[in-house]
């Protein structure tokens, strides 16, 4: 019952949308005017690179809505911006589907990648906006997203199987004791039984066991 | 418009400068440490200390700018950022020292709430109160202007209201969610809730697109005086003497340095101290927090709530004793199990969290109680005998801390 693992997307596939700042700063606030022109080459750098852009959003309140439309493989947010508060907002409501969120820093210390991976934070900080540094560290986002989602996914696989054994022998069991057949003979006709009523076997079990408890 | 900022910022700068200069006369011996050079010399000397801006930064800010971190051997660098998220994963991963930060955000990094998870620490209470709820002009045309009449008008005129804040686990969003509720609003199911960056309520608001917001000052104030909101209710309203911003940091990091995070909480305690002694204080904090390398905004839209002196947008004024307070005689800082317990019982009403945790062990690891009693003795400050306090909040319903899960079951709207 091992789910496969998704096959890696090709980059230029992804669908990939930029959470910008405020795209028309005020004047007077030199952070912003930086934050924006960051963010400018960035986009530059990813449309050169024939990343698939399918859109620019500001940290507004239409963030979350927009984002639940487009649904995209994965967002790209500045690491020094306010946009990133609107984002964890979406991290929070959506945080039963996760998706790779990548920070970018122009932080030339790459030390704090590691850091910030071994830590847990929910993203990667690396070091630099320039064109060609862009495509690795996408890549090596989006590969180890996958991973954590493989482990994530066996993890819940695990846990699924172990209970439905556990549903499959309480009703071998209730069989064995109602109708005095043996493990193997009990088994049998709850797989054949799942076969004609093209069911999963942990269903039938369920079945069974309801049934069983409603009549006492 | 421009031309007249620029104009305020030279002047503000310069009254910066003489704010320093009369600090440097105000501590006599500067250069003479307090700590006793040996045993409990700080092991780090120089420290970074996260900060957004808002007024009520101005403890960590004027504890560097008066230079009374140098008194007890450390050296305070604070740090612009311009995210919570962005102070949360600095914490995390040890590129800040420590933060002012919201309550709620460390307790949620503590239990890992949708993020990363690591072991942290309230060292103590930055201020208490100055934090308001805005609702739209628009809104207040309709009669929407207090917690009641808003429900009316929502009931009323039936369409999606959304109301905002600044971090999904932080003191606003309870703020909002709370004084909502208190009104007979579900914050989630009568309205839409979600996070916005402080500077952008405004703008936000002004296009239409929000009908109210939590934010700490000076944001709720320059709603009012570009004149697109008003005040519906301050936090003090709420809760008087509310907790909001901590002085936060990781747990590793008080294990590692448990001299210089003393050092650095004395400094703190005693830039507080300097700010609430006095109106000229207050003047000479304002000036220097406005500036554009802290929290960028006009003198004037921080001045008026610092001094108490409240209007509401709609032609009311008031002088508020329960201001924001960064000191009180030592009242606002002690790091009340019973108010880091009640963000958790927030967290659970909401869905934050999904099952009750262990409210009282997770207070007892993250406030650093024993560390705060010595710090505040070694300065006589005084410390109230019990971990827990009484408060009373704007619904009358009253939080001591003594069963915090029946408390969070207790509320008929919640998640």
Redesign the interface.
């Known amino acids: 019952m091992k789910a496969p693992l998704r096959p890696a997307i090709p980059s230029t596939t992804l669908r990939i949308v930029i959470v910008a700042p ?1 795209l028309a700063p005020d ?5 912003a005017g930086t ?1 924006a022109e960051r963010s400018r080459a960035l986009r530059i750098g990813l449309l050169e690179h024939g990343y698939n852009i399918v859109a620019v959003l500001p ?4 963030l ?1 809505d927009r984002l639940a439309q487009i649904a995209p493989d994965m967002i790209i947010v500045d ?11 979406v ?2 409501a959506t ?1 039963e589907e996760r998706r790779p969120i990548v ?1 970018f820093t122009n932080d030339d210390d790459t030390t ?1 990648v590691g ?2 991976i ?5 993203a990667y ?1 690396v070091a630099g906006l320039a064109p060609e540094r862009v495509k690795p560290v996408l890549d090596v986002a989006m590969a180890r997203f996958q991973h954590e989602e493989g482990l994530r996914r066996e993890l819940a696989d695990a846990r699924t199987e172990l209970s439905d054994r556990k549903l499959i022998d309480r009703a071998k069991a209730l069989l064995i004791r109602h109708h005095g057949l043996s493990e193997e003979e009990a088994y049998a006709r709850l797989r054949r039984t799942a076969m004609e009523k093209r069911l999963k076997l942990a269903d039938v079990a369920q079945r069974l066991i309801d049934v069983s408890d409603l009549l006492g | 418009m421009t031309i007249d900022r620029k104009a305020h910022m030279s002047r503000r700068t310069v009254i910066k400068a003489a704010a320093a200069t009369s600090a440097a006369g105000l501590v006599p011996g500067l250069n003479t440490a307090v700590y006793a050079a040996g045993s409990d010399k700080p092991e780090k000397e120089e420290v970074r200390i996260g900060f957004i801006p808002l007024t009520d930064c101005a403890s960590v800010v004027m504890a560097s700018v008066l230079g009374f971190d140098k008194k007890y051997g450390v050296k305070i660098i604070p740090t612009k950022e311009a995210s919570w998220a962005g102070v949360r994963d600095k914490l995390v991963n040890g590129e800040l020292d420590m933060a002012h930060v919201l309550y709620g955000l460390i307790y949620g990094v503590h239990l890992g709430i949708a993020g990363p998870k690591k072991d942290m620490a309230v060292l103590m209470t930055l201020n208490n109160n100055g934090q308001a709820i805005t609702l739209s002009k628009k809104l207040a045309d309709k009669g929407a202007v207090d917690g009641p009449s808003l429900a009316k008008v929502m009931a009323a005129e039936k369409r999606e209201y959304t109301f905002a804040q600044t971090f999904p686990t932080g003191t606003h969003a309870m703020w909002i969610y709370y004084w909502l509720a208190s009104a007979g609003i579900n914050p989630f199911k009568d309205a839409k809730a979600i996070t916005v960056p402080p500077p952008q309520m405004v703008a936000n608001m002004r296009v239409g697109n929000m009908d109210g917001f939590c934010v700490g000052e000076p944001w709720g104030h320059r709603a009012i005086m570009d004149g697109i909101g008003i005040t519906a209710v301050t936090t003090q309203d709420i809760w008087k003497d509310h907790p909001e911003k901590v002085l936060g940091t990781t747990g590793d990091f008080v294990k590692k340095y448990p001299n210089t995070t003393r050092a650095v909480m004395m400094a703190i305690l005693e830039a507080g101290r300097w700010i609430d002694a006095g109106l000229q204080n207050k003047m000479k904090m304002a000036e220097t927090v406005a500036d554009k390398s802290y929290v960028n905004t006009g003198v004037d839209a921080i001045n008026q709530r610092i001094l108490g002196r409240y209007q509401n947008g709609l032609g009311k004024t008031w002088d508020d004793p329960n201001h924001m307070k960064f000191f009180n005689d030592g009242a606002v800082n002690f790091p009340y199990l019973s108010d880091g317990m009640w963000f958790l019982t927030q967290h659970k009403r909401w869905g934050l969290i999904k099952e009750h945790p262990d409210y009282l062990n997770v207070a007892k690891q993250i406030n650093q109680i024993d560390l705060y009693k010595s710090v505040a003795s070694a300065m006589k400050i005084s410390v109230p005998k019990d971990v827990m306090r009484t408060s009373k909040l704007i619904d009358g319903v009253v939080w001591d801390g003594k069963d915090p899960k029946k408390y969070a079951d207790g509320f008929a709207i919640k998640a």
Do not use: I, K
Request: proline fraction near 6%; charge should be negative; avoid cysteine.
């Open positions: 405020d004047a007077s606030d030199p952070d934050e940290a507004d309140v239409f979350p690491a020094e911006s306010q946009a990133r508060d609107t984002l964890e907002h991290v929070m945080r920070l704090h850091a910030a071994a830590a847990g934070v929910t900080v």
